[in-house]
């Protein structure tokens, strides 16, 4: 079988956070204005080519008057998520 990638996780999400808004009646700009960022930053988010912060996602779920649970809820086997997950060494 194969694994979900973060790339499909992130077009999920975006797709979602599209599909709520645009069901709501909201242009691109005015969740923009509502979350605090530029309009650009946000298609990109739609457009699933970014991974932002928890904040952000918070952010948007309140300026669309919905759950994080709402903006993940599309179909997405979580416990086959690609294992990527490489820890950054810290200097000192």
Do not use: W
Request: glycine residues 6%; proline residues 4%.
């Amino acid at each position: 079988m194969a694994l979900n990638t973060d790339k499909e996780l992130l077009v999920g999400v975006g797709k979602q956070i599209r599909v709520i808004r645009k069901k709501q009646g909201k242009a691109l700009k005015d969740l923009a204005q509502a979350v605090g960022m530029e309009p650009s930053n946000l298609s990109v988010i739609e457009n699933g080519k970014s991974n932002p912060q928890l904040l952000t996602y918070v952010k948007i779920a309140a300026a669309l008057n919905c759950t994080m649970g709402d903006l993940f809820d599309f179909p997405f086997d979580y416990a086959k998520l690609e294992q990527t997950y490489m820890p950054r060494k810290h200097t000192i």
